[in-house]
């Protein structure tokens, strides 16, 4: 798995943490290993400016996907195609602020947008309810599973 992680942001981030989710979520996905992601963390001015142009709306937004080949989750029989699965943008100054609302660490909140972004990318969306039901619900398995594996490393 091809995982490039290029922190532009002025806040410190473990990057390593970030790296395993996105391995463990691409494994779990059935993504093929030779799959390329990129992760890039970007300042709330970076993230404003991208939030405009591609959304539309105002402001700094915690994450963007920018989807590539269009790859869709495999199964553990057939492996999505390797490809570029495409770019996930984090805005860490907006993951403090969500995480402190939560009631989590930030590390936390930036895994869960990480896992939010890549299921983007692999054509998940949240816009109807059901929609939302099933993409909200195969994060919270990523994130749980992650947490156990993780944990035992």
Do not use: K, Y
């Not at 990480?114 to 099933?134: K, Q």
């Amino acid at each position: 798995m091809s995982i490039e992680i290029n922190n532009e942001s002025s806040i410190p981030v473990d990057e390593a943490a970030l790296q395993r989710l996105a391995t463990f979520a691409l494994d779990q996905m059935h993504v093929h290993p030779e799959a390329e992601l990129a992760i890039v963390l970007v300042d709330e001015a970076a993230m404003e400016q991208l939030h405009v142009q591609w959304m539309d709306e105002p402001g700094p937004t915690d994450v963007l996907s920018f989807p590539m080949d269009e790859l869709r989750p495999g199964t553990e029989d057939e492996p999505t195609p390797p490809g570029l699965l495409g770019d996930i943008v984090l805005c860490p100054q907006v993951a403090i602020a969500q995480a402190e609302t939560a009631g989590h660490s930030p590390l936390d909140e930036m895994q869960l947008l990480t896992c939010h972004g890549i299921l983007h990318l692999l054509g998940f969306d949240h816009a109807e309810p059901d929609e939302e039901r099933e993409m909200f619900g195969l994060q919270r398995e990523i994130l749980a599973a992650f947490a156990t594996a993780d944990a035992g490393r």
